[in-house]
């Protein structure tokens, strides 16, 4: 250890000589005189916090999170468990990479631009349209943003935003707070089998209508068939066509500029994240005729001094910290670093690696949906449609037992309705999902 | 093809002794080529992959790179290289506390146990509520706030929610009529476009001559339409609002709410708590003050503390303990949806692998720890200060100093700090000084990189303007053109042409 050093925060480096040769050069007798804070404010620094060792808090954050059971999960609806392979870790974690922030000095950041940049062009690819910005926080801030992007650019003087019934609640209230400040009013409309009911939705658009989301797959794990129409419908309502999806379906699923969408939302960090606990990546993509419009972080290519091609952060007077009021969005500290790691994930698979694992995700989940619709008294999948990832279950019993007594058996599983649970596939391997099904067996005996 | 680690381009034609050049990865005449220059694979839907599903379900093709593991760790560790971090050096970035980040906080949040869905029973993430219950009490405790929520995502999500809470507020006691928000000019971007998201009108704030709120244009300012003030302190020239008790009673009095904006809590910490001061809702910056990576822009966290009244309107869900027996038996912990919330602001519970970071780093420094911060980055700032050349007009200030660039364009000072090997503060910003250079040290840095990076100022200072101009020159790329990124945008390897990059090979330095 350097020097004489009082305890205080292990993250300081200086040493009492130190501190007093900068308090000599600063003018002052202590510390203390340098704050100027009046007396009927001032607060004794009691916060009745113990500090503890490096190894005393590993323990404590350890012990404490020891109190999370070990269970498989079967869970998607949004968030998913893929397999993070090594690389992605050991890659991200390089503190040039973790401890930088965002790049207002390209000069001496260009590694983390590019590998922005790639990650922009990734999105791009997958969703055929021409801008895909560098993050919003999750799924439902993006869409909040696109509900705002519609706002901002519609043709017509309606209000309403058309969503599915079946959207999940904290995409569905997020989008609330969203257009809280806008006259959009939040619409829901009617689904069938887990999809767009596209003739319920037409008797719903007219050309009060700016906005119209689907999802696909949809929250139930069900892949939509009819999106061209839908594209179709919305263009002729004057209204955008937002699209909710993630890059692993993106690679399989049909691409949403073939069938018309305006917008591209959803979560990127199905990629490049294990579970966890919801935090995510704020998949925007747009067409090019919105590029003014785009809420968040650019990277663009340009030129240095030497006419080498070098990059930087672009179009920022669209941005909070120069347009500040009129800015797209509010949106400054993002999730730059989940897209580097949703990016490497991405290289790691490379493009047939991507659709080989989108494809497995369809064949596992639509077999086990047929191992468990062969036990009695349950129905899979109750939506006639083909699935990617997971799927819903009926059974006969009360679904909430079940669930309780899965998890007993080290399984947690979603209950969506009465009689209903919900399956996914992605990151549990095949020997597991055998297990589950004796076990599943076992339950609804 | 050769790759060469260039030191060309490094000679250091303005003859400085000091710094560092960063590394420089070259291919043919240009940086580090992109993935899709070193490889570009389609492949046919159906036809290279097997597809379970019918076409009409499917796209026709995908078209990316697909290069293996020892090329994809080369690619990013080069990329890696050509950044410039807090472990590189210092990052005196005003406003933003890039302080170190303590690595044994990644290893807890890397714990297998840590790794849980969001849909998941509460009865079986228990330890998962316990840290962001814990996580609420510390934050709470820390900035004098009776109720905490965890969700939103960055600062500018907790001011969103700040936002929104107010609103909820007012219109739950009949007052939804209040349309405007006040914001010194002097604040921060985000605080002007949340309240424009939250759909209020925003009326901007002169500060008085000494660089604090202008007691007299707040007085002229508030009125019944007035929602919120939002307010930073220390402001952004790092002064301490003395009126602030003064401040709070005003807004109360027309009925408003005091929102604290916490970028700048690091000065305060154990001396001053916003909840004392009569804030009523704050929001905590976790990657600023509780020293989470900041990630080359993100993940962060922005929870939010808000007075007891407020309380009911808290984003859901939240999470409390049920307590057991005391002592013997550990709490149990639940989700419960406050009575009048707002609703949610993110589809889960926000970032929760930075919360458990920020957990850490609290239950590592305590109340010394913390104290101490506050201590260390308000004499570096100060020290910092003495030591520079350029005028700092106002004070006295605490964790960060606003040094005027004067006769020099404070964007090409920051260029040609680069160029002494640290990272250049914020510029430009507050304009209350003309070219700003808003500088933060923090507490990590030691007396003598204070006195590099004082180096660095008053070498600068002292060059003329075609050297800042030309600058930076050490540094991995030279001097970005950003008038052609903006006119031209290419925003993807998509929009590059086949030409870009090639052609300029015969350029050597
Ligand atoms: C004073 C101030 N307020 C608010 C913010 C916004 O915080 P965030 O970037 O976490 O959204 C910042 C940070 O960038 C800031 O410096």
């Known amino acids: ?445 | 093809m050769s790759d060469d680690r260039s030191e060309s381009g490094n000679e250091n034609e303005n003859g400085n002794e000091n710094g560092h050049d960063q590394a420089r990865w070259t291919t043919n005449g240009q940086y580090e080529p992109l993935l899709s220059e070193k490889n570009q694979t389609r492949v046919e839907i159906g036809t290279d992959v097997d597809s379970p599903l019918p076409d009409d379900l499917t796209r026709d093709d995908l078209e990316l790179p697909d290069l293996s593991e020892p090329e994809l760790a080369r690619h990013y560790t080069r990329l890696s290289q050509m950044i410039y971090g807090i472990d590189s050096g210092p990052y005196p970035l005003g406003s933003c506390t890039m302080k170190y980040n303590p690595k044994f906080t990644e290893d807890v949040a890397a714990l297998p146990s840590a790794a849980v869905h969001p849909d998941r029973s509460p009865e079986s993430v228990q330890g998962t509520l316990e840290v962001l219950a814990r996580l609420q009490d510390y934050l709470g405790r820390i900035g004098g706030m009776d109720a905490v929520t965890l969700q939103p995502p960055a600062g500018a999500a907790g001011e969103f929610v700040g936002i929104r809470v107010a609103a909820a507020y007012h219109e739950h006691n009949g007052e939804g009529h209040r349309y405007e928000v006040i914001i010194p000019e002097s604040a921060h971007g985000t605080n002007f476009a949340t309240a424009a998201l939250g759909g209020y009108d925003v009326v901007s704030l002169p500060s008085d001559d000494a660089g604090r709120v202008d007691l007299e244009a707040l007085d002229a300012a508030l009125s019944e339409d007035t929602a919120a003030l939002m307010l930073t302190n220390p402001n952004t020239l790092g002064l301490f609002e003395r009126d602030i008790t003064e401040i709070a009673g005003m807004v109360h009095d027309v009925g408003g709410l005091l929102y604290y904006d916490g970028a700048n809590l690091n000065a305060l910490l154990g001396r001053a708590r916003p909840g004392d001061m009569g804030f009523d809702v704050m929001h905590y910056n976790v990657h600023k003050t509780f020293a989470t990576p900041h990630g080359g822009g993100g993940p962060g966290a922005g929870p939010v503390g808000v007075v007891e009244d407020l309380a009911p309107f808290l984003p859901a869900p939240r999470v409390r303990a049920v307590d057991g027996d005391g002592d013997a038996t550990p709490a149990e912990y639940e989700l419960f949806d406050p009575e009048h919330t707002i609703g949610r602001v993110h589809g889960y519970q926000g970032n929760w692998l930075v919360l458990v970071k920020a957990f850490a780093y609290i239950a590592r420094l305590g109340d010394e720890g913390l104290t101490d911060a506050s201590a260390k980055a308000v004499l570096n700032a100060n020290y910092l200060a003495s030591q520079v050349d350029y005028e700092v007009p106002y004070g006295p200030f605490h964790h960060e100093f606003v040094a005027s660039a004067g006769e020099q364009d404070a964007a090409d000072v920051a260029k040609r700090m680069l160029d002494y090997g640290v990272h250049p503060p914020t510029t430009k910003w507050p304009e209350i000084v003309s070219e700003a250079l808003m500088t933060e040290p923090t507490e990590v840095e030691s007396k003598s990189t204070l006195d590099t990076l004082a180096g660095a100022f008053n070498a600068v200072a002292s060059e003329d303007d075609e050297i800042l101009e030309s600058a930076p020159e050490r540094t991995a790329a030279r001097r970005i053109d950003q008038t052609s990124a903006a006119r031209n945008p290419r925003l993807s390897w998509h929009a590059l042409s086949t030409t870009d990059g090639e052609g300029d090979g015969e350029r050597e330095e």
Request: proline share 4%; charged share 25%; net charge negative.
């Open chain 1, 1 to 445: 250890m350097h020097g004489s050093h009082t305890t205080g925060s292990p993250y300081a480096p200086h040493t009492d000589d130190e501190t007093a040769a900068m308090l000599e050069a600063v003018g002052v007798e202590s510390v203390e005189d340098l704050f100027d804070i009046p007396e009927d404010v001032h607060f004794d620094g009691e916060f009745d916090i113990d500090a503890r060792t490096e190894r005393e808090t590993r323990q404590l954050v350890g012990s404490v999170l020891e109190r999370n059971d070990e269970l498989t999960e079967l869970l998607g609806r949004g968030h998913y468990g893929y397999y993070i392979p090594s690389l992605v870790d050991h890659l991200a974690d390089r503190s040039e990479f973790l401890t930088s922030y965002t790049q207002y000095q390209p000069e001496v950041s260009q590694g983390f631009l590019q590998a922005l940049f790639e990650y922009q062009s990734l999105l791009v690819e997958l969703t055929g349209l021409g801008v895909a910005n560098c993050s919003m926080y999750d799924a439902a801030t993006a869409l909040g943003e696109a509900a705002t992007l519609a706002d901002r650019t519609r043709k017509t003087s309606g209000h309403r935003v058309l969503v599915p019934d079946i959207l999940r609640t904290g995409r569905r209230s997020t989008l609330e707070n969203y257009v809280a400040g806008t006259d959009l009013e939040i619409e829901p409309y009617a689904t069938a089998e887990s999809t767009v009911d596209v003739p319920a939705l037409e008797s719903q658009l007219d050309e009060d209508v700016v906005m119209v989301y689907a999802e696909n797959p949809t929250v139930r794990g069900a892949i939509e068939g009819r999106l061209a129409e839908i594209g179709e419908r919305a263009a002729d309502a004057d209204a955008l066509f937002v699209l909710g999806s993630d890059p692993v379906a993106l690679s399989l699923l049909q691409k949403p500029s073939d069938v018309g969408a305006d917008v591209v939302v959803g979560d990127a960090s199905v990629l490049g994240l294990p579970t966890s606990y919801g935090m995510g990546l704020g998949l925007f993509a747009t067409d090019e005729r919105f590029l003014r419009q785009v809420p968040g972080r650019l990277v663009g290519a340009s030129e240095d001094a030497t006419e080498r091609r070098a990059f930087t952060l672009t179009l920022q007077t669209r941005e909070q910290h120069i347009r500040r009021e009129r800015a797209t969005s509010n949106i400054c500290t993002n999730q730059a670093w989940v897209a580097l790691r949703s990016a490497i994930h991405a290289a790691t698979l490379g493009p047939s690696g991507l659709v080989e694992l989108a494809a497995r995700d369809v064949t596992r989940a639509e077999t086990l949906a047929d191992r468990v619709d062969a036990l009695v008294g349950v129905k899979a999948p109750v939506d006639d449609r083909r699935h990617i990832r997971e799927f819903v279950a009926r059974i006969d019993q009360p679904a909430r037992p079940i669930a309780d007594d899965l998890e007993d058996r080290g399984f947690a599983v979603h209950v969506v309705g009465e009689h209903e649970i919900q399956l996914c596939v992605a990151g549990v391997d095949d020997e597991t999902l055998e297990e589950f099904v004796d076990a599943f067996a076992e339950v609804v005996r």
